[in-house]
Nanobody, 122 residues
């Protein structure tokens, strides 16, 4: 019912900024909670950021709090992740996800994008 496509990943140096976008298809997009997760090689997929359906309540993992900002534009069916002060620990595949629960638990998300690679390296 909801299809998600991420974009905006790439190779950047430590300290740089990067903006990720998630384009959604589906008339019910505005009724979903949206989240960003990431997965580094050899590690489990971990929570990054969460935003409610309206867009004025957000939550962040401690590792990115103060550096990353999640936002959404419901009329455009878009979700964004602004990433600042990137470091090598942020290197991972970033996934956009949609679900019916306001939760950090990846198992509660019903729809996922294919992911976009973010590499932070000197």
């Amino acid at each position: 019912q909801v299809q998600l496509v991420e974009s905006g990943g790439g190779l950047v140096q430590p300290g740089a900024s990067l903006s990720l976008s998630c384009a959604a298809s589906g008339r019910t997009f505005s009724t979903y909670y949206m989240a960003w997760f990431r997965q580094a090689p050899g590690k489990e997929r971990e929570f990054v950021a969460l935003i409610n359906s309206v867009g004025f309540v957000t939550s962040y993992a401690d590792s990115v709090k103060g550096r990353f900002t999640i936002s959404r534009d419901n009329p455009k069916n878009m979700v964004y992740l602004q990433m600042n002060s990137l470091n090598t620990e942020d290197t991972a595949v970033y996934y956009c996800a949609a679900g019916r629960s306001y939760s950090w638990n990846r198992k509660l998300y019903d729809y996922w994008g294919q992911g976009t690679q973010v590499t932070v390296s000197s």
